[in-house]
């Protein structure tokens, strides 16, 4: 592949990647809600339940704000407003009581599994006439991807 080829596959990968964290609005994938079914989470308050169910009990405000990329004040005000829609709690770590540790509440833990549900759904309804081979090799490439970009990114504030 020539360096001009090269040049332009990053530069279709970085429209992609702008147009898919555009179609991920709330307002995108509320469109694509069945009626009844309820609304999509504000993405960036999903992102808290997110970091919280990834971590297993042992989360952070810190972890938080080092999973969506923000500063501590903006991920406690996340926390705030995901423990105000009862869907986190907040405890003392019994190894440390002057750590407190994040948990999904059961509202919580269904939230997260009503997302992940539909978004699955709508990701499967995209690929839904794509060759299996098509689907198992995007997935692997993507997963490739994201963990590549996370490694580097996370390099960026050690140079």
Known sequence: MS?????????????????IRRSQTR?????????GRGRTVDPTLFGVLDAVEERDGACSVTDVATALGVDQPRA????????????????????????????????????????????????????????????TEFARLLTAFVGSFGQVTRGAGSS
């Open 3 to 19: 360096e001009r080829e090269q040049q332009e596959a990053v530069a279709a990968v970085e429209r992609a990647m702008v147009a």
């Open 27 to 35: 307002r995108s994938l509320n469109r694509l809600a069945p009626p």
């Open 76 to 135: 406690s005000r996340l926390v705030l407003r995901a423990v105000d829609e009862g869907w986190v709690v907040r405890a003392a770590d019994p190894a440390d009581a002057r750590r407190t540790l994040l948990t999904l509440t059961r509202a919580g833990r269904e939230q997260v599994d009503r997302t992940h549900g539909f978004r699955r759904q709508v990701f499967a309804r995209v690929m839904e006439d794509w060759p299996d081979a098509d689907r």
